[in-house]
């Protein structure tokens, strides 16, 4: 059996392994995520990737101190993992996923962490709880298809918990398209939809996220992805020029 080893992925060398999401280093939402990892605000974050004895990629976390999280959580002094992906069935079966998370405890335990913690959903682009409750990990908190999953070392820290980003949609009046360069698809998706928005006359405005904070007070639970309308989370994860055209069918019939 190919044995798994654990290679981080820094500011220094992601030019080199790259993000593992995008394969193709020359793609914009690989320039943008590279350029994100690199970015002073965020200092303290971590990706770690598992790689064969061949050097194939599979699989990946990314984590960071969880004041820094760009994910809507109050979690002092956790980690918390933004992602983690094992893209192939045979990986999920050689424990892959939880090596990963291993190295994510091992880091929490080293820095006198109070523990880990993670938002998981059943829903789109977010990590499902089950490789989470294998590990040992319980609810903290719930909000929408969301759940705040945690590992705690320190009984003396309070248990993380959601903030409610349902208070910050009504901010948000016509057509919004709020993003970070957190996921490496994102840049993809924006231009896509700004082209549709564009060919269907919608005055869609973007906002581009730039620190961890304003993605803490973003109007979803993803953080760093919302399309929003008149106060109304439409969409709170990457889409395609497809689904986009399908929600604009759906929201300018209300209005006909």
Known sequence: ??????????????????????????????????????????????????????????GFIEFTPAEFAWRPVIALNYLFIHCIAILHKEERNKNVGSSLIGSCEKDARKEKKSGVCVMTSSGAWMADKRLFEKNGYIKADELDRFELMFRKFDEKNPVPRLIDWR??????????????????????????????????????????????????????????????????????????KTRFESILRKELKKTR
């Open 1 to 58: 059996m190919d044995e798994i080893q654990i290679i981080s992925v820094i500011a220094g060398n992601v030019n080199e392994t790259g993000t593992y999401c995008i394969k193709d280093k020359k793609a914009p939402g690989h320039k943008a995520k590279v350029k994100w990892v690199k970015s002073k605000g965020n200092e303290g974050l971590r990706m770690r990737m598992a790689i064969d004895n061949a050097g194939r990629q599979l």
């Open 167 to 240: 208070e910050q949609q009504n901010k948000y009046q016509g057509w919004n398209l709020v993003y970070a360069d957190q996921c490496p698809w994102h840049e993809k998706s924006v231009n896509d939809l700004k082209q549709v928005a564009d060919e269907w006359g919608i005055d869609l405005k973007v906002i581009k996220l730039r620190t961890s904070k304003e993605a803490q007070d973003a109007p979803s639970g993803f953080g760093t992805y919302s399309l929003i309308r008149d106060g109304r989370l439409l969409d709170d994860h990457y889409i395609s």
